[in-house]
């Protein structure tokens, strides 16, 4: 639950970052249409990659890079999930920008995962 909940954490704030990176407004819903394309990619790349398995997400040699590359792999499709909800076309920079951005951010948030799991484990068990 908590690495379902750190995911969606995650990228919130990869989105609201990108939103007032470029000078928007977070108080509206346009953000929305962002965040839903790149959650539902991640749902879908995420389990694929093994970042659900408790040795991968409690592992930090593991769980970075998988999530990572899975970041990397769900942008394009978050792109044309969004472009499709838009009306638009996919912008080749935004998921470029998107890959980068998303990729670091849950690695980040992956890896302090990983690193505090033993501890959490402790602590609960």
């Known amino acids: 639950m908590t690495l379902l909940a750190g995911d969606l954490l995650a990228i919130l704030l990869v989105t609201l970052f990108g939103f007032v990176f470029h000078g928007e407004s977070i108080a509206t ?46 942008a394009p499709l978050a792109g044309l999930l969004r472009a499709l909800w838009l009306g638009s076309v996919v912008v080749p920079v935004f998921v470029l920008v998107l890959a980068a951005n998303a990729g670091v951010g849950m690695a980040l948030w992956r890896l302090a995962f990983a690193a505090l799991s033993p501890r959490l484990e402790s602590r609960n068990g």
């Open 29 to 74: 819903p346009r953000w929305l249409t962002t965040f839903f394309p790149v959650l539902a990619a991640w749902a879908l790349y995420a389990p694929w990659l093994g970042l659900y398995l408790p040795l991968v997400a409690s592992t930090p040699r593991q769980a970075w890079w998988r999530a990572g590359l899975a970041a990397m792999l769900a």
